[in-house]
């Protein structure tokens, strides 16, 4: 679409089309542009009139913005025959629900012939709008005390409350998206708002000054830098007031009530400005009775049939249930169930089922925090890369202790494996690996194996097989450079304030006379070292554990103050040693062992957490959708979910707000060392092809 950039004072003529919001729409951008000519036609003036009424208004606006609708009754005013005109701005009708998810409309085929031979829908207390809650126990057969025991934080985890506010968010970033408006930067102003709406589809008016704005934005001319909100007439404060009850009000930090305010209409008439919630109750339940067959209402998570099932199960297992009416088919029993205050990330179908996938959050509350200034160190398998690169490039503290000659471009520091990890270590797959790097480094052990020798002649690390891609010249460079490195690892012991270790794996390769573990067999790099010195080990739960813990004893006899976080690899083996069974089936294994090794080990220890990096990407509930096409690489929305719940959990942190990535993105360069992933375990493939 070609938009024309006016000049100002020049006359415009625009069509505003939509629900009640477009009033405030046109008012707003009026009183900004006072000579554009607009006129509004809201959905009741063409269910009124007739669409055809108004098809001259179409052809002669200059452009049209409008509320998106497929209704079959507006005719021309149709999305479908809209967005066949170029001048026409599509602005969706603004709602959100995640401060009221109890308040919702009745199901349109709710309607009854009333006392005067009148069809009418079926009210509430307070007319159109319900408690889902109220409906609920109104179907099971409920009285009115009954119902209102439903009110409270536990019923509300089990229907999905608490997890509506930010579905909601992520609904409507979505929404507006689809139709050309980033809004991100706005919510996060509207967060800070408190509870920005009065009923789920009746926003502030800070809410439409801004979509007004977005809309002259649209238009390409200048907003205005002062503000109008308060200076357009506005009737939504003057109606209902749906309340945000109390749990959820601390839940998600702002004001609760227990009361609705309430407005004079056709069908209520009030002597009051507020009803509390019993009154609300016995009103509904009065007009309910009206309404001979079964109420029905579509709330926001999950359908009608599975909210009522919830919350059978609910009274089944709380002593909610005394005198229950006898059509709710209610066991009368006594039973205080275990579950019933537990938090919603207990739940599956509240915390997993009912969310949407880049939003599900199975991180718990760690007990300690990461500031911009905390020394972060990380080690591990391929995975472990993208936590150090994204810590980097947000602006962390990331520890390297081995660093690159000064006179490297950034692509051969990255060839050369500098600064991938605190240390020049490479990847470390297994426990056994990091134990005997930090053993070595502190003088308790000495390899047998000091190098290997290349088919062209130079000489490599056997410990670190692809640090030097081209090899050494000789053992007394490859000497000097292994005693630069374990330099370093002791540095980043002393110094580390927390350490991240990523579980890779359970097999590998190890010497048959010292168990030193390497991270490839030799022959997959060298056909002169003598391979028959190796032997291939598949490591257990019980060994991977006794690993881990003679690592944190050991670095905690010389850093007291260290924390550790422990997570697993998502990556699957790329192959198998052992033939018992699939390269599958034995990539579950070896998670499997890494997962309960490290919980066990996170339970033992005060200062270890365990991040669920692993469940995260391989989770059923993305239905595979973080893996790349191979099924082994993790694709970036993979990596960038794990890394915003761990930077929302540990850091406090909005990745999606910072500057320090686009600053690290902005040079080709940068860009390579931030997206490659160096794994040794590559060369098992190409040994293979």
Same mark, same amino acid.
């Given at each position: ?99 009221? +998810? ?60 608490? %997890? ?18 980033? *809004? ?46 308060? &200076?357009? +007439? ?12 109390? %749990? ?14 309430? &407005? ?39 359908? /009608? ?41 207990? /739940?599956?179908?509240?915390? *997993?089922?009912?969310?949407?996938? &880049? ?13 911009? %200034? ?9 995975? &472990? ?76 690390? +056997? ?96 850093? +007291? ?20 069974? %699939? ?36 989770? @059923? ?36 707000? @910072? ?31």
């Amino acid at each position: 679409m070609k938009w024309l950039i006016n000049s100002k004072g020049c006359t415009l003529k625009i069509l505003m089309f939509g629900n009640y919001q477009i009033d405030f729409l046109a008012n707003y951008i009026s009183l900004c542009f006072p000579e554009w000519k607009i006129t509004t036609i809201t959905l009741r003036n063409i269910q009124a009139n007739g669409p055809e009424s108004f098809m001259s208004e179409i052809d002669s606006a200059d452009y049209i913005v409008a509320h998106p609708m497929e209704r079959a009754d507006i005719g021309a005013f149709r999305q479908s025959n809209l967005v066949k005109l170029d001048k026409t701005i599509f602005i969706p009708a603004f709602t959100f629900s995640g401060f009221h +998810p109890d308040c919702v409309y009745i199901h349109r085929d709710c309607v009854y012939i009333n006392d005067k031979g009148i069809k009418t829908s079926v009210k509430s207390g307070v007319g159109d709008y319900h408690s889902a809650i109220a409906i609920y126990g109104y179907h099971l057969g409920l009285n009115v005390d009954q119902t209102l025991k439903l009110f409270n934080s536990r019923v509300y985890e089990i229907l999905g409350y608490y %997890s509506l506010y930010e579905v909601e968010f992520h609904r409507i970033h979505q929404e507006f998206l689809e139709y050309g408006f980033d *809004i991100s930067n706005i919510i996060a102003q509207w967060r800070l708002l408190g509870c920005f709406m009065y009923t789920v589809n009746h926003p502030k008016s800070q809410i439409l000054s801004d979509i007004a704005e977005l809309i002259i934005d649209k238009l390409q001319y200048e907003i205005p830098n002062f503000d109008l909100c308060d &200076a357009v +007439p506005y009737t939504a404060p003057s109606s209902i007031i749906w309340p945000v009850y109390p %749990s959820i009000a601390n839940f998600i930090k702002c004001n609760s009530s227990n009361f609705i305010k309430v &407005a004079n209409s056709d069908y209520t008439k009030f002597n009051k400005a507020y009803i509390d919630d019993k009154e609300f109750v016995n009103l509904s339940f009065k007009s309910y009775k009206e309404y001979k067959k079964e109420l029905n209402t579509v709330p926001y998570i999950n359908s /009608f049939e599975e909210n009522v099932t919830s919350i059978k199960e609910y009274l089944l297992e709380s002593s909610n249930v005394e005198n229950v009416s006898k059509h709710s088919d209610l066991p009368h029993e006594n039973f205080n169930s275990p579950y019933t205050r537990l938090p919603e990330s207990s /739940f599956w179908k509240s915390s *997993i089922a009912a969310i949407p996938v &880049a939003l599900v959050d199975p991180v718990t509350k760690p007990n300690f925090t990461i500031s911009t %200034s905390t020394k972060v160190a990380t080690a591990g398998s391929c995975f &472990a890369e993208h936590i150090a690169n994204n810590l980097k490039a947000n602006g962390f503290n990331y520890l390297v202790t081995e660093k690159e000659p000064a006179n490297l471009t950034p692509l051969e520091r990255l060839d050369r494996n500098y600064s991938i990890f605190t240390a020049r270590y490479a990847n470390l797959y297994t426990a056994k690996q990091l134990l005997q790097l930090l053993q070595e480094a502190v003088g308790l052990r000495v390899p047998m194996d000091s190098h290997w020798k290349k088919n062209n002649g130079k000489y490599i690390d +056997p410990f670190r097989p692809e640090i030097e891609k081209l090899g050494f010249d000789n053992t007394y460079q490859l000497a000097l450079s292994r005693k630069v490195h374990l330099a370093a690892v002791r540095d980043m012991i002393k110094e580390t304030e927390v350490f991240v270790f990523t579980l890779g794996a359970t097999e590998a390769w190890r010497h048959k006379i010292d168990q030193s573990v390497v991270p490839l067999h030799p022959a997959a790099v060298s056909s002169t070292t003598s391979s028959n010195m190796y032997e291939f080990h598949n490591f257990n739960v019980s060994e991977v554990k006794n690993d881990l813990k003679e690592v944190i004893d050991l670095i905690l006899s010389i850093n +007291p103050s260290i924390k550790f976080i422990l997570t697993v690899s998502p990556i699957p083996l790329i192959a198998t040693f052992s033939d018992k069974h %699939s390269v599958l089936t034995n990539t579950t294994y070896s998670k499997s062992v890494l997962r309960v090794a490290a919980d066990e080990v996170a339970q033992k220890f005060a200062c270890v957490e365990y991040f669920p990096s692993y469940e995260i990407i391989t989770g @059923n509930y993305n239905r595979g959708a973080y893996y790349d096409i191979d099924l082994r690489s993790i694709r970036p929305e993979g990596v960038k979910h794990v890394m915003n719940l761990f930077f929302k959990h540990y850091c406090h942190f909005d990745m999606n707000q @910072n500057t320090h990535i686009n600053k690290a993105n902005s040079n080709t360069n940068e860009k390579k060392i931030l997206s490659d992933i160096i794994c040794e375990e590559e060369l098992i493939q190409k040994s293979n092809e």
